[in-house]
């Protein structure tokens, strides 16, 4: 039962580097989310994706692009790493609107750190 | 801004003692959630609540959702070293989940 699944688990990038954070899920969710966390500040959402071919951004979008081509996969772009970028990432998939009592299953993080 | 905020940030206890945990907002929610994150892995859901007085209990640790459903409680009793951990609560935010920055809980053996 692999549920999430996210690679790397860990990263450096140089300054300026791109590099693209992979997410599958194999639980048909069509609901899809990409978090950053930093220490003190709880998820703060990036993007969202509500099925295949649709995406939104969340709280902190600028310097990432998204992609949803197919159920599975919601992969995460860095273009042009920076500093501030270095977080802990976490992608979460559920199978409705959370706000129907449904549950966010996260998969286990990509630490990335910008050098 | 963050729109659910915890207290306290950090929280160090003795094994057997207990311990409660708040998550406020100026905000109404339809729903909060609590999920606990320990060191290396993402957050899993602990409980859902979606009516405004709801008490739900799981084993030790008690849920409360406030009659105005602006705010939230996580009470455990009789702490035990397994049950260290980051606590984050979550609200629905326009069908996007909104976290609370967590509360880091350490029980000592």
């Known amino acids: 039962n692999a549920g999430v699944t996210q690679t790397p688990k860990f990263r450096i990038l140089k300054i300026g580097q791109s590099m693209t954070l992979q997410c599958t899920q194999d639980?048909?969710?069509?609901?899809m989310y990409w978090y950053r966390q930093d220490p003190g500040m709880g998820l703060k959402l990036i993007y969202y994706?509500?099925?295949?071919?649709?995406?939104d951004k969340g709280e902190v979008p600028n310097g990432y692009n998204v992609s949803r081509s197919t159920t599975e996969d919601f992969p995460l772009r860095l273009e042009l790493a920076a500093p501030s970028q270095t977080s802990v990432y976490f992608c979460?998939?559920?199978?409705?609107?959370?706000?129907?009592?449904?549950?966010?299953?996260f998969g286990q993080g990509t630490r990335l750190t910008v050098v | 801004t963050q729109l659910l905020k915890q207290s306290p940030q950090f929280l160090s206890i003795q094994e057997g003692e207990n311990l409660t945990v708040y998550c406020n907002s100026s905000?109404?929610?339809?729903?909060l959630q609590w999920y606990r994150q320990e060191p290396g892995e993402g957050p899993v859901l602990l409980v859902t609540?979606?009516?405004?007085?709801e008490v739900k209990k799981l084993k030790r640790l008690t849920f409360q959702f406030g009659d105005a459903r602006k705010d939230s409680s996580l009470h455990i009793t009789a702490a035990q070293p397994g049950d260290t951990g980051l606590y984050l609560c979550?609200?629905?935010?326009?069908?996007?989940?909104?976290f609370g920055a967590g509360t880091t809980v350490t029980v000592r053996a």
């Open positions: 905000s109404v929610f339809s729903s």
């Open positions: 979460a998939s559920s199978y409705g609107v959370v706000s129907l009592n449904t549950e966010a299953f």
């Open positions: 994706s509500v099925g295949a071919g649709i995406t």
């Open positions: 609540v979606v009516t405004g007085g």
């Open positions: 639980m048909n969710h069509n609901y």
């Open positions: 979550a609200g629905d935010n326009d069908y996007k989940l909104s």
